[in-house]
């Protein structure tokens, strides 16, 4: 996974910080009530099976020195990557 900022005024996008995931990540979704966890979706081909997996993820650290921790599996049932919680006012 890469974390990329673009920087508007040279219109230029930079790699800030890559981190290492065993699979190929389909989708990825931050928690709205801590910016350090993060839910991954990503596909795991065995032989002629695919299966559909997610892990949630806690990053630690400032921008440029961090890393990623695998915090837990997360169950088939929960794969759709939804982060549900009470709403924020505006």
């Known amino acids: 996974m890469h974390v990329i900022e673009l920087n ?12 290492p995931h065993s699979n190929a990540v389909t989708c990825i979704a ?11 979706s990503y596909l795991v081909v065995a032989g002629a099976t695919a299966t559909n997996k997610t892990t949630l993820l806690r990053l630690s650290g400032d921008e440029v020195n961090s890393s990623l921790s695998v915090v837990s599996g997360v169950p088939a049932a ?6 549900a919680g009470p709403a924020r006012a505006h």
């Open 8 to 19: 508007e005024e040279d219109e230029e996008i930079v790699c800030v910080n890559v981190y």
């Open 78 to 83: 929960a794969a759709p990557l939804l982060w």
């Open 30 to 40: 931050a928690s709205p009530a801590d910016e350090s966890l993060l839910l991954t």
